[in-house]
Protein backbone atom coordinates (compact mmCIF):
# COMPACT_ATOMS: atom_id res chain seq x y z
CA UNK A 1 0.00 0.00 0.00
CA UNK A 2 1.26 3.52 -0.88
CA UNK A 3 1.49 5.28 2.81
CA UNK A 4 3.92 7.94 1.81
CA UNK A 5 5.67 9.14 -1.34
CA UNK A 6 9.21 9.33 -2.04
CA UNK A 7 10.59 12.25 0.27
CA UNK A 8 12.01 15.35 -1.70
CA UNK A 9 14.84 18.00 -0.03
CA UNK A 10 14.76 21.77 -1.46
CA UNK A 11 18.15 23.48 -0.76
CA UNK A 12 18.00 27.05 0.02
CA UNK A 13 20.35 28.74 -2.33
CA UNK A 14 21.29 32.35 -0.46
CA UNK A 15 24.25 32.27 1.58
CA UNK A 16 22.37 35.09 4.17
CA UNK A 17 22.71 34.27 8.26
CA UNK A 18 19.80 31.92 8.86
CA UNK A 19 18.75 33.92 12.15
CA UNK A 20 17.53 36.94 10.10
CA UNK A 21 15.08 34.57 7.75
CA UNK A 22 16.57 32.74 4.63
CA UNK A 23 14.84 32.50 1.11
CA UNK A 24 15.61 29.86 -1.11
CA UNK A 25 14.52 27.16 -3.43
CA UNK A 26 11.94 27.96 -6.42
CA UNK A 27 12.35 24.81 -8.03
CA UNK A 28 9.67 23.40 -10.10
CA UNK A 29 8.49 20.46 -8.54
CA UNK A 30 5.29 18.03 -8.39
CA UNK A 31 3.27 18.62 -4.98
CA UNK A 32 3.70 16.97 -1.84
CA UNK A 33 1.27 14.04 -0.87
CA UNK A 34 0.72 13.85 2.38
CA UNK A 35 -0.64 10.45 3.65
CA UNK A 36 -4.35 10.54 3.22
CA UNK A 37 -5.98 9.08 6.36
CA UNK A 38 -9.87 8.36 6.47
CA UNK A 39 -11.53 8.96 9.90
CA UNK A 40 -14.57 6.23 9.30
CA UNK A 41 -17.44 5.67 11.26
CA UNK A 42 -20.13 6.73 13.57
CA UNK A 43 -21.11 10.12 16.49
CA UNK A 44 -17.75 8.73 18.07
CA UNK A 45 -16.02 9.66 15.08
CA UNK A 46 -17.58 12.69 14.17
CA UNK A 47 -16.49 13.85 17.60
CA UNK A 48 -20.16 14.40 19.39
CA UNK A 49 -19.90 15.69 22.25
CA UNK A 50 -15.98 17.03 22.52
CA UNK A 51 -14.40 20.73 22.14
CA UNK A 52 -14.76 21.99 18.68
CA UNK A 53 -16.25 18.76 17.79
CA UNK A 54 -13.25 17.48 16.66
CA UNK A 55 -13.67 14.71 18.49
CA UNK A 56 -10.04 13.11 18.22
CA UNK A 57 -8.89 14.11 15.32
CA UNK A 58 -7.49 17.55 15.85
CA UNK A 59 -4.72 15.83 18.56
CA UNK A 60 -4.32 12.38 16.24
CA UNK A 61 -3.06 15.10 13.34
CA UNK A 62 -1.07 17.35 16.11
CA UNK A 63 0.51 13.89 17.52
CA UNK A 64 1.44 12.64 13.96
CA UNK A 65 3.11 16.05 13.01
CA UNK A 66 4.88 15.84 16.28
CA UNK A 67 6.19 12.50 15.18
CA UNK A 68 7.55 14.11 11.43
CA UNK A 69 5.02 12.34 9.22
CA UNK A 70 2.77 14.76 6.66
CA UNK A 71 -1.01 13.59 7.17
CA UNK A 72 -4.01 15.11 6.07
CA UNK A 73 -8.35 13.67 6.86
CA UNK A 74 -10.19 12.85 3.85
CA UNK A 75 -13.97 12.36 3.32
CA UNK A 76 -16.87 13.59 2.75
CA UNK A 77 -17.99 15.31 5.51
CA UNK A 78 -16.09 18.58 7.45
CA UNK A 79 -16.48 20.26 10.74
CA UNK A 80 -17.12 23.94 10.14
CA UNK A 81 -16.30 24.78 13.71
CA UNK A 82 -12.98 22.02 14.05
CA UNK A 83 -10.67 24.54 15.59
CA UNK A 84 -7.26 23.62 14.05
CA UNK A 85 -6.06 21.05 12.00
CA UNK A 86 -7.75 19.03 9.08
CA UNK A 87 -11.67 19.53 8.92
CA UNK A 88 -12.85 16.52 6.79
CA UNK A 89 -14.27 13.08 7.76
CA UNK A 90 -16.58 10.33 6.77
CA UNK A 91 -19.33 9.61 9.86
CA UNK A 92 -22.51 9.90 10.39
CA UNK A 93 -24.70 10.29 13.78
CA UNK A 94 -26.39 7.42 15.19
CA UNK A 95 -25.49 5.06 12.06
CA UNK A 96 -25.05 1.14 12.22
CA UNK A 97 -22.58 -0.64 10.55
CA UNK A 98 -25.22 -2.15 8.19
CA UNK A 99 -26.33 1.42 7.20
CA UNK A 100 -22.80 3.00 6.80
CA UNK A 101 -21.96 -0.21 4.34
CA UNK A 102 -23.91 1.52 1.19
CA UNK A 103 -22.23 4.73 1.32
CA UNK A 104 -18.74 3.66 0.93
CA UNK A 105 -19.27 3.11 -2.90
CA UNK A 106 -19.42 6.88 -2.91
CA UNK A 107 -17.09 7.95 -0.19
CA UNK A 108 -13.95 5.76 -0.21
CA UNK A 109 -12.91 5.90 -4.38
CA UNK A 110 -13.17 9.69 -4.27
CA UNK A 111 -11.35 10.16 -1.12
CA UNK A 112 -8.32 8.00 -2.39
CA UNK A 113 -7.62 7.12 1.28
CA UNK A 114 -4.41 5.58 2.57
CA UNK A 115 -5.21 4.65 5.67
CA UNK A 116 -9.07 4.02 6.80
CA UNK A 117 -9.67 4.55 11.01
CA UNK A 118 -13.13 2.23 11.62
CA UNK A 119 -14.81 2.59 14.82
CA UNK A 120 -18.14 1.34 14.27
CA UNK A 121 -20.62 -0.46 16.03
CA UNK A 122 -21.56 1.15 19.23
CA UNK A 123 -25.37 2.03 17.36
CA UNK A 124 -25.96 -1.65 17.09
CA UNK A 125 -25.25 -2.30 20.53
CA UNK A 126 -28.57 -0.85 21.63
CA UNK A 127 -31.42 -4.03 20.99
CA UNK A 128 -31.44 -7.55 20.01
CA UNK A 129 -29.61 -6.71 17.01
CA UNK A 130 -26.37 -6.66 17.97
CA UNK A 131 -25.91 -10.43 17.33
CA UNK A 132 -26.01 -9.53 13.84
CA UNK A 133 -23.40 -7.05 14.08
CA UNK A 134 -20.39 -9.18 13.58
CA UNK A 135 -22.01 -10.59 10.52
CA UNK A 136 -22.63 -7.24 9.15
CA UNK A 137 -19.00 -5.78 10.06
CA UNK A 138 -17.45 -8.90 7.82
CA UNK A 139 -19.36 -7.38 4.68
CA UNK A 140 -18.28 -3.85 5.82
CA UNK A 141 -14.42 -4.75 5.57
CA UNK A 142 -14.95 -7.04 2.27
CA UNK A 143 -16.25 -3.86 0.81
CA UNK A 144 -13.51 -1.55 1.98
CA UNK A 145 -10.91 -4.08 0.55
CA UNK A 146 -12.40 -4.17 -2.63
CA UNK A 147 -13.50 -0.17 -3.07
CA UNK A 148 -9.52 0.50 -1.63
CA UNK A 149 -7.45 -2.10 -2.93
CA UNK A 150 -4.18 -0.33 -1.97
CA UNK A 151 -5.42 1.18 1.49
CA UNK A 152 -4.76 0.09 4.98
CA UNK A 153 -7.26 -0.53 7.26
CA UNK A 154 -6.88 -0.20 11.26
CA UNK A 155 -9.96 -1.93 12.61
CA UNK A 156 -11.15 -1.00 15.99
CA UNK A 157 -13.10 -2.68 18.85
CA UNK A 158 -15.14 0.25 20.10
CA UNK A 159 -15.10 2.12 23.17
CA UNK A 160 -17.08 1.02 26.71
CA UNK A 161 -20.53 2.08 28.11
CA UNK A 162 -21.59 3.27 31.07
CA UNK A 163 -24.80 0.82 30.46
CA UNK A 164 -24.02 -2.41 31.46
CA UNK A 165 -26.61 -3.94 29.48
CA UNK A 166 -25.14 -2.20 26.84
CA UNK A 167 -21.35 -3.33 27.64
CA UNK A 168 -21.79 -6.42 27.64
CA UNK A 169 -23.16 -6.40 24.13
CA UNK A 170 -19.89 -4.60 23.14
CA UNK A 171 -17.66 -7.40 25.38
CA UNK A 172 -19.12 -10.11 22.90
CA UNK A 173 -18.74 -7.39 19.87
CA UNK A 174 -15.40 -6.63 20.10
CA UNK A 175 -14.73 -10.29 20.07
CA UNK A 176 -15.66 -10.73 16.83
CA UNK A 177 -13.95 -7.60 15.73
CA UNK A 178 -10.79 -9.01 16.66
CA UNK A 179 -11.14 -12.48 15.09
CA UNK A 180 -12.40 -10.53 11.66
CA UNK A 181 -9.17 -8.36 11.78
CA UNK A 182 -7.33 -11.27 12.17
CA UNK A 183 -9.22 -13.41 9.68
CA UNK A 184 -8.68 -10.88 6.70
CA UNK A 185 -4.63 -9.89 8.28
CA UNK A 186 -3.21 -12.53 6.42
CA UNK A 187 -3.47 -10.18 3.38
CA UNK A 188 -1.42 -7.65 5.30
CA UNK A 189 -3.72 -4.35 4.82
CA UNK A 190 -6.21 -4.79 8.11
CA UNK A 191 -4.79 -4.97 11.30
CA UNK A 192 -6.49 -4.47 14.69
CA UNK A 193 -6.65 -1.98 16.77
CA UNK A 194 -7.51 -2.37 20.68
CA UNK A 195 -9.47 0.99 20.87
CA UNK A 196 -11.75 -0.75 24.14
CA UNK A 197 -9.30 -0.80 26.91
CA UNK A 198 -7.85 3.03 26.10
CA UNK A 199 -11.06 4.47 27.79
CA UNK A 200 -12.65 3.71 31.16
CA UNK A 201 -16.46 3.75 31.64
CA UNK A 202 -18.00 3.65 35.15
CA UNK A 203 -22.35 3.42 35.78
CA UNK A 204 -21.32 6.11 38.68
CA UNK A 205 -19.37 8.37 35.83
CA UNK A 206 -16.04 10.53 36.58
CA UNK A 207 -14.54 8.32 33.81
CA UNK A 208 -13.88 8.71 29.94
CA UNK A 209 -17.23 9.52 28.59
CA UNK A 210 -19.12 12.34 28.53
CA UNK A 211 -23.00 10.28 28.61
CA UNK A 212 -23.81 6.74 27.88
CA UNK A 213 -21.14 6.13 24.96
CA UNK A 214 -19.77 9.20 24.09
CA UNK A 215 -16.37 10.59 25.34
CA UNK A 216 -15.14 13.35 26.60
CA UNK A 217 -11.81 15.54 25.71
CA UNK A 218 -9.86 13.21 27.72
CA UNK A 219 -11.22 10.17 26.15
CA UNK A 220 -10.84 11.57 22.73
CA UNK A 221 -7.59 12.23 23.52
CA UNK A 222 -7.57 8.55 24.86
CA UNK A 223 -8.11 7.36 21.40
CA UNK A 224 -5.68 9.57 19.11
CA UNK A 225 -3.23 7.80 21.34
CA UNK A 226 -4.23 4.50 20.17
CA UNK A 227 -4.57 5.67 16.64
CA UNK A 228 -1.17 7.11 16.59
CA UNK A 229 0.79 4.01 17.94
CA UNK A 230 -0.99 2.19 15.19
CA UNK A 231 -0.06 4.36 12.94
CA UNK A 232 3.27 4.95 13.63
CA UNK A 233 3.73 1.10 13.72
CA UNK A 234 3.44 1.05 9.63
CA UNK A 235 4.14 4.38 8.45
CA UNK A 236 7.65 5.07 6.90
CA UNK A 237 9.87 6.71 9.15
CA UNK A 238 9.28 10.08 8.54
CA UNK A 239 11.14 12.68 5.78
CA UNK A 240 12.36 15.48 8.53
CA UNK A 241 11.64 16.66 11.93
CA UNK A 242 8.39 17.54 13.65
CA UNK A 243 5.68 19.51 11.31
CA UNK A 244 4.59 22.22 13.59
CA UNK A 245 2.00 23.84 11.82
CA UNK A 246 -1.65 22.60 12.09
CA UNK A 247 -3.09 22.16 8.86
CA UNK A 248 -0.30 22.40 5.92
CA UNK A 249 -2.21 21.54 2.70
CA UNK A 250 -5.17 25.12 3.46
CA UNK A 251 -8.11 22.30 3.92
CA UNK A 252 -11.04 24.16 4.81
CA UNK A 253 -14.83 23.59 5.31
CA UNK A 254 -16.03 26.95 3.51
CA UNK A 255 -14.46 26.62 -0.51
CA UNK A 256 -15.44 28.26 -3.24
CA UNK A 257 -16.02 26.05 -5.81
CA UNK A 258 -14.70 28.78 -8.16
CA UNK A 259 -15.06 29.65 -11.95
CA UNK A 260 -12.37 31.16 -13.73
CA UNK A 261 -14.83 34.64 -13.72
CA UNK A 262 -15.99 34.87 -10.31
CA UNK A 263 -13.01 32.88 -8.30
CA UNK A 264 -11.72 34.71 -5.44
CA UNK A 265 -15.15 36.06 -4.72
CA UNK A 266 -15.41 34.43 -1.00
CA UNK A 267 -13.06 34.32 1.87
CA UNK A 268 -12.40 31.19 3.65
CA UNK A 269 -11.59 29.76 6.98
CA UNK A 270 -8.37 27.36 7.00
CA UNK A 271 -8.85 25.84 10.22
CA UNK A 272 -5.19 26.54 12.77
CA UNK A 273 -4.64 29.79 10.31
CA UNK A 274 -6.12 33.43 10.62
CA UNK A 275 -7.34 34.77 7.59
CA UNK A 276 -7.42 38.67 7.00
CA UNK A 277 -8.28 39.16 3.66
CA UNK A 278 -7.13 36.74 1.69
CA UNK A 279 -9.19 34.58 -0.27
CA UNK A 280 -9.08 30.38 -1.89
CA UNK A 281 -9.87 28.62 -4.36
CA UNK A 282 -10.64 25.08 -5.05
CA UNK A 283 -7.80 22.63 -5.42
CA UNK A 284 -8.96 22.48 -9.16
CA UNK A 285 -9.04 25.22 -10.34
CA UNK A 286 -5.08 25.86 -8.59
CA UNK A 287 -4.33 23.49 -10.57
CA UNK A 288 -3.03 20.71 -7.60
CA UNK A 289 -3.47 17.07 -7.50
CA UNK A 290 -2.81 16.34 -4.00
CA UNK A 291 -5.72 17.56 -2.28
CA UNK A 292 -4.44 20.93 -1.25
CA UNK A 293 -6.64 24.39 -1.60
CA UNK A 294 -4.62 27.08 -2.48
CA UNK A 295 -5.08 31.29 -0.90
CA UNK A 296 -5.16 33.58 -3.14
CA UNK A 297 -3.12 36.24 -1.70
CA UNK A 298 -4.93 39.75 -3.13
CA UNK A 299 -6.07 42.03 -0.60
CA UNK A 300 -3.19 44.44 0.81
CA UNK A 301 -2.76 44.88 3.81
CA UNK A 302 -4.12 41.25 3.99
CA UNK A 303 -2.55 38.11 5.38
CA UNK A 304 -2.76 34.61 6.58
CA UNK A 305 -1.01 33.80 9.31
CA UNK A 306 -0.62 30.74 11.58
CA UNK A 307 1.06 29.76 14.99
CA UNK A 308 3.77 27.58 15.16
CA UNK A 309 4.97 26.18 18.60
CA UNK A 310 8.71 26.72 18.33
CA UNK A 311 11.69 25.61 20.37
CA UNK A 312 13.63 28.94 20.71
CA UNK A 313 17.10 28.32 18.89
CA UNK A 314 16.59 25.27 17.28
CA UNK A 315 15.84 25.91 13.36
CA UNK A 316 12.62 25.79 11.43
CA UNK A 317 12.19 25.35 7.79
CA UNK A 318 9.32 26.23 5.83
CA UNK A 319 8.57 25.12 2.15
CA UNK A 320 5.20 26.23 0.45
CA UNK A 321 4.55 26.40 -3.43
CA UNK A 322 3.54 29.44 -4.86
CA UNK A 323 3.07 30.52 -8.63
CA UNK A 324 1.57 33.68 -9.93
CA UNK A 325 -2.18 34.67 -10.57
CA UNK A 326 -4.74 36.94 -11.42
CA UNK A 327 -7.40 35.88 -8.07
CA UNK A 328 -9.37 38.72 -6.83
CA UNK A 329 -8.04 41.08 -10.14
CA UNK A 330 -10.21 42.90 -11.86
CA UNK A 331 -9.58 44.44 -15.64
CA UNK A 332 -10.83 46.94 -17.33
CA UNK A 333 -13.34 45.96 -20.50
CA UNK A 334 -11.27 44.36 -23.04
CA UNK A 335 -8.14 44.08 -21.25
CA UNK A 336 -6.58 41.32 -18.94
CA UNK A 337 -6.19 41.37 -15.49
CA UNK A 338 -2.72 42.12 -14.28
CA UNK A 339 -0.70 39.26 -12.56
CA UNK A 340 0.26 39.36 -9.37
CA UNK A 341 4.16 37.91 -8.95
CA UNK A 342 5.11 39.20 -5.61
CA UNK A 343 4.34 37.90 -2.10
CA UNK A 344 6.16 37.90 1.46
CA UNK A 345 7.10 35.48 4.18
CA UNK A 346 8.03 36.70 7.23
CA UNK A 347 8.37 34.72 11.04
CA UNK A 348 7.96 36.71 14.29
CA UNK A 349 11.65 38.36 15.18
CA UNK A 350 12.81 38.51 11.38
CA UNK A 351 12.49 40.87 8.72
CA UNK A 352 10.09 40.16 5.66
CA UNK A 353 11.20 37.85 2.66
CA UNK A 354 9.89 39.03 -0.76
CA UNK A 355 9.10 35.94 -3.11
CA UNK A 356 9.03 36.39 -6.85
CA UNK A 357 7.18 34.31 -8.23
CA UNK A 358 6.39 32.40 -12.10
CA UNK A 359 3.90 30.96 -14.06
CA UNK A 360 4.74 27.55 -12.54
CA UNK A 361 4.20 26.06 -9.25
CA UNK A 362 7.70 26.37 -7.57
CA UNK A 363 8.74 25.13 -3.98
CA UNK A 364 10.59 27.59 -1.98
CA UNK A 365 12.08 27.20 1.46
CA UNK A 366 12.35 30.03 4.25
CA UNK A 367 14.67 29.62 7.37
CA UNK A 368 14.86 30.79 10.56
CA UNK A 369 15.43 30.17 13.99
CA UNK A 370 13.32 31.22 16.30
CA UNK A 371 13.64 33.27 19.64
CA UNK A 372 10.65 31.97 21.60
CA UNK A 373 8.50 29.47 22.52
CA UNK A 374 5.38 30.38 20.23
CA UNK A 375 6.13 32.28 17.00
CA UNK A 376 3.78 33.26 14.30
CA UNK A 377 3.97 32.82 10.39
CA UNK A 378 2.52 34.97 7.67
CA UNK A 379 1.84 35.12 4.46
CA UNK A 380 1.20 38.54 2.98
CA UNK A 381 0.84 40.57 -0.80
CA UNK A 382 3.23 41.65 -3.00
CA UNK A 383 3.31 45.53 -3.63
CA UNK A 384 0.27 45.56 -6.17
CA UNK A 385 -3.22 46.10 -4.42
CA UNK A 386 -5.87 44.06 -5.60
CA UNK A 387 -3.90 41.32 -7.27
CA UNK A 388 -1.96 38.40 -5.59
CA UNK A 389 -0.65 35.29 -6.68
CA UNK A 390 -1.49 31.70 -5.27
CA UNK A 391 0.43 29.99 -2.12
CA UNK A 392 -0.32 26.26 -0.58
CA UNK A 393 1.53 23.42 0.73
CA UNK A 394 2.82 25.10 3.63
CA UNK A 395 4.83 22.87 5.78
CA UNK A 396 6.95 24.18 9.12
CA UNK A 397 9.85 21.51 10.29
CA UNK A 398 11.50 21.81 13.00
CA UNK A 399 15.14 20.49 13.02
CA UNK A 400 15.20 16.69 14.34
CA UNK A 401 16.99 16.68 17.72
Not at 8 to 17: D, F, G
Not at 176 to 181: G, N
Amino acid sequence: MQSRPTSRHVTARTTAAVAAGTLGGGDTDSPPRPVRIMPLGDSITAGMNSTGAAGYRDELLRRLHRLGHDACFVGPCVNAFQPQGDPAYAAVCGITVEALTPLLPQWVPAARPDWLLVHIGTNDMYGPEHTAAPGHLRTFVRTLLRLAPSAGILLASIIPSRQPEWQAHIDGYNRHVREIAEEYGHRGRVFFADMAPALHASPQGGDDLSDLVHPNDQGYAKMAAVWRDALRARLPVPAGGPILNPNPHLQTPWISEAVERDRGSAPACFPGWTNHGVHACHGRLAGLDNGSHAAGLCAAPGFLGTRLATTPGRPVRVTFRARAGTLGASAAPGERARTGRGLGIQADGHSRAIVAVTDDWRTWTYDFIPTGADTGLRFTPGTRPGTGPLVTDVVAREAAS
